[in-house]
């Protein structure tokens, strides 16, 4: 099972860096990997609608409306904290806009499909784990090893665990039926 140590060893380990015991000792590793690990969390799980952090909430209308554009605005899920808004009342179709923690749109109720931020390592997917060490490795190395070859070595395995990761989580469960449009309906003609 994941921590966040073994993920930071992870990272170390591809670095020839030496390895932590605890993300708040006072070396230079531990203190590298305690700055650089939460964002680097964040950032992985905002870039694929991951299976592990997928949620929903069902938001509540705020009672000013945005000052033009939309009729309605909410703001977004702080508990579990919403990282991307992926869709609202289950249509990818809905139009709405995300601005700093606000969401608007002119549905009056907004059923939301989000990506959440992680908190327990316990959740995250296997594959999961290994972007985000491939990911803190490749933040890490010029910190870590001034090297800018390292860098580049540990970029390319990033980009391929997440690549594999992406293709695998996005086959688990049934395909997102796709509705049609009448521009949609012109160009099959």
Excluded at 61 to 80: E, H, I
Excluded at 145 to 172: F, H, W
Aim: hydrophobic share 45%.
């Amino acid at each position: 099972m994941a921590s966040f140590v073994s993920i930071c060893n992870m990272a170390l380990s591809e670095l020839g860096a030496t390895r932590i015991t605890d993300l708040g000792l006072a070396n230079k590793n531990s203190q590298l990997c305690a700055e650089f690990l939460p964002p680097t969390i964040d950032q992985v799980l905002r870039c694929h609608p991951w299976n592990c952090a997928f949620a929903r909430a069902s938001l509540a209308v705020l009672s000013t409306a945005p000052a033009f554009g939309f009729a309605y605005q909410y703001t977004l899920p702080a508990a579990p904290y919403c990282l991307r808004a992926l869709r609202i009342n289950e249509d990818a179709g809905n139009v709405f806009k995300v601005e700093g923690r606000k969401l608007l749109t002119d549905h009056a109720s907004v059923d939301l499909e989000f990506i959440k931020r992680i908190v327990n390592p316990a959740e995250f997917d296997s594959l999961l784990v290994a972007v985000i060490a491939a990911k803190l490795a490749h933040c890490l190395a010029y910190p870590i090893t001034q090297s800018s070859a390292i860098r580049d070595r540990v970029e390319k395995k990033y980009i391929a665990a997440l690549g594999e990761a992406r293709s695998v989580d996005s086959q688990e469960g049934s395909p997102d039926v796709l509705s049609t449009s009448t521009w949609l309906d012109a160009r099959l003609v």
